[in-house]
Nanobody, 117 residues
Framework: QVQLVESGGGLVQAGGSLRLSCAASGSIFSINIMGWYRQAPGKQRELVAAITSGFITNYADSVKGRFTISRDNAKNTVDLQMSSLKPEDTAVYYC???????????WGQGTQVTVSS
């Protein structure tokens, strides 16, 4: 079992920045991939960015060059630095962890990010 707790969401003006953090606890040594997803009202949840235990990253095209994902295996955290935010980035952002071998997914409770125009 893995527990994920997000922090750092809020309200920001377009062009601004926010940093999301996610702290993992529990069976942390079995975590392979950590990432961030988002879900806007009326839309499906989508991948924003992910990072493997070996620090290989993957980004959605819509956030490339604006968002940066980072991971600290010693602290069991994954952060998402978001810059040049746009109103279309408004969504609930969820932290995600994928386990080695079983590929079981764990989710955080979500944190709201609102970008005003």
């Amino acid at each position: 079992q893995v527990q994920l707790v997000e922090s750092g969401g809020g309200l920001v003006q377009a062009g601004g920045s926010l940093r999301l953090s996610c702290a993992a606890s529990g069976s942390i040594f079995s975590i392979n991939i950590m990432g961030w997803y988002r879900q806007a009202p009326g839309k499906q949840r989508e991948l924003v960015a992910a990072i493997t235990s070996g620090f290989i990253t993957n980004y959605a095209d819509s956030v490339k060059g604006r968002f940066t994902i980072s991971r600290d295996n010693a602290k069991n955290t994954v952060d998402l630095q978001m810059s040049s935010l746009k109103p279309e980035d408004t969504a609930v952002y969820y932290c995600n962890a994928v386990m080695f071998y079983t590929l079981v997914n764990y989710w955080g409770q979500g944190t709201q990010v609102t970008v005003s125009s």
